[in-house]
T-cell receptor
Framework: DGGITQSPKYLFRKEGQNVTLSCEQN?????MYWYRQDPGQGLRLIYY???????QKGDIAEGYSVSREKKESFPLTVTSAQKNPTAFYLC??????????????FGQGTRLTVV | DAKTTQPNSMESNEEEPVHLPCNHS???????IHWYRQLPSQGPEYVIH???SNVNNRMASLAIAEDRKSSTLILHRATLRDAAVYYC??????????????????FGQGTILTVHP
């Protein structure tokens, strides 16, 4: 089945370590997004990519980095510069070429805990 | 980016209709209005979207004001499974080098819908 997959579901890391969250989609979508969600809060956009080899900062990009070397993959690295990395991270993808107003599909999220 | 304003929370009884409002007074002429909902500990799921005309699908209806400065998501008969956070968002245009424009998809705080049995 087509879909968007985030792994792992739960991730624990020690403070000061970089960690990379995986996001893969087989929907042939051009656009991919990373969001952060804190308890009781809405989604905040970290980075987004509208096409391979191109990405743009969202509203809270500091302390994060991304790459988009393949259409299917949009990994997010949480660096040691991110002051409060513990959060629920959501990846989304959207759109086929020629359908600019399609819905976004979300993964099930990765809950990152930094101790 | 155009912003949306939603009530923090709403309550409903099971099998009754629910009207979830959203204000977007700074919407631009080409912004689509999207609605998503998020169940606990899950990623959001798409509900419906529209531009100017009212829209219906199997999940809900979307009523858009004539001036497009507000919209209402209508759940015709709420069930316990409809309890979720509902987000109203606008798509911002950000053309990329390839000429496509999928936009930022910026989410607000959403409305927490509680459904009572």
């Amino acid at each position: 089945d087509g879909g968007i997959t985030q792994s792992p579901k739960y991730l624990f890391r020690k403070e000061g370590q970089n960690v990379t969250l995986s996001c893969e989609q087989n929907l042939n979508h051009d656009a991919m997004y990373w969001y952060r969600q804190d308890p009781g809060q809405g989604l905040r956009l970290i980075y987004y990519s509208q096409i391979v080899n191109d990405f743009q900062k969202g509203d809270i990009a500091e302390g994060y980095s991304v790459s988009r070397e393949k259409k299917e993959s949009f990994p997010l690295t949480v660096t040691s510069a991110q002051k409060n990395p513990t959060a629920f991270y959501l990846c989304a993808s959207r759109g086929d070429r020629g359908s600019l107003n399609t819905e976004a599909f979300f993964g099930q999220g990765t809950r990152l805990t930094v101790v | 980016d155009a912003k949306t304003t939603q009530p923090n929370s709403m309550e409903s009884n099971e099998e009754e209709p629910v009207h979830l409002p959203c204000n977007h007074s700074t919407i631009s002429g080409t912004d689509y209005i999207h609605w998503y909902r998020q169940l606990p500990s899950q990623g959001p799921e798409y509900v419906i979207h529209g531009l100017t005309s009212n829209v219906n699908n199997r999940m809900a209806s979307l009523a858009i004001a004539e001036d497009r400065k507000s919209s209402t998501l209508i759940l015709h008969r709420a069930t316990l499974r409809d309890a979720a956070v509902y987000y109203c968002i606008l798509r911002a245009h950000t053309p990329n080098a390839g000429g496509t424009s999928y936009g930022k998809l910026t989410f607000g705080q959403g409305t927490i819908l509680t459904v009572h049995p």
